[in-house]
């Protein structure tokens, strides 16, 4: 039976549907400008807590949102631990730093200025040399959809073959865009994990999510034979998961620790 109340909680609730916050709106560029470095030098400390960081390989950006053929990006030789607001550089569409005076990593420059350029859709990008994403480029494989998790890839990543050696030439920057064509992420061959959105928050959770599905499909192969979702299955799935904001939200957690965490990422 139920136990006796004064009424006064239950008369108090109404019922709601409340629903996590979307993407802010902006009055300034100054404003989107200061909301894009903060989220990418959150997104550095994230792939830092995650343990992304690969000597001085790594690199995500962020298109500036006035010029619109810069980016923001990683000081070369910092620790993404350590990276703040302050530190991020400003690179011009010749690859010379023009804001911030530390220097760029070549190869952020070669790779991401070419997705950046084929794809004006593309707000972010993010590259590492994290572990299990270099174990599966190793093997050549693409994600596959072998739980509800890695069904936010299903035919949305492609393998990048033939490695070319350090990506240093934007020719090959191109192929790699070329490769993505209007996928989300790309398995770079004996590389890496690459992986882009329409800001950094979803490009920064897009690699977090494949990081770990490469992760866990290495670990079910080994273990046994992969039994993959059902095509149709899998991409009801997709479109349940990843057209529906979920990738911009799926930051929300992983901000919220670095900022309690490391409230200095926003000096």
């Not at 299903?154 to 090959?172: C, L, S, T, W």
């Not at 690459?194 to 928050?201: A, D, F």
């Amino acid at each position: 039976m139920p136990r006796p109340t004064d009424g006064s909680f239950a008369a108090s609730l109404r019922p709601r549907d409340p629903k996590l916050p979307g993407p802010p709106e902006f009055a300034t560029v100054e404003e989107e400008r200061r909301h894009r470095r903060e989220q990418l030098a959150i997104a550095f400390r994230i792939f830092g807590k995650f343990g992304y960081g690969e000597h001085l390989a790594g690199h995500i950006t962020v298109r500036d949102p006035e010029l619109l053929d810069h980016f923001w990006v990683n000081p070369l030789g910092r620790s993404f631990s350590r990276i703040r607001v302050s530190d991020l550089i400003l690179v011009n569409a010749e690859g010379l730093v023009v804001h911030g005076d530390a220097p760029v990593n070549k190869a952020a420059f070669a790779i991401h200025s070419q997705l950046h350029h084929a794809r004006p859709d593309i707000v972010a990008a993010a590259h590492s040399h994290s572990l299990h994403g270099k174990a599966l480029a190793a093997l050549g494989q693409p994600l596959l959809p072998i739980t509800q998790d890695a069904c936010l890839f299903f035919e949305d990543n492609v393998v990048v073959p033939d490695f070319q050696g350090i990506v240093y030439d934007p020719a090959e920057g191109a192929r790699i865009a070329k490769q993505l064509g209007s996928m989300s992420t790309a398995i770079l061959a004996n590389h890496g994990l690459l992986t882009v959105g329409r800001s950094v928050e979803e490009a920064a959770t897009l690699y977090v999510q494949a990081e770990r599905a490469a992760q866990v499909q290495l670990i079910a192969a080994a273990a046994g034979e992969l039994r993959p979702i059902d095509p149709e299955v899998a991409r009801f799935t997709y479109n349940q998961t990843g057209l529906q904001g979920q990738n911009w939200r799926g930051f929300l957690p992983l901000r919220e620790e670095i900022l309690h965490e490391q409230p200095d990422v926003l000096h």
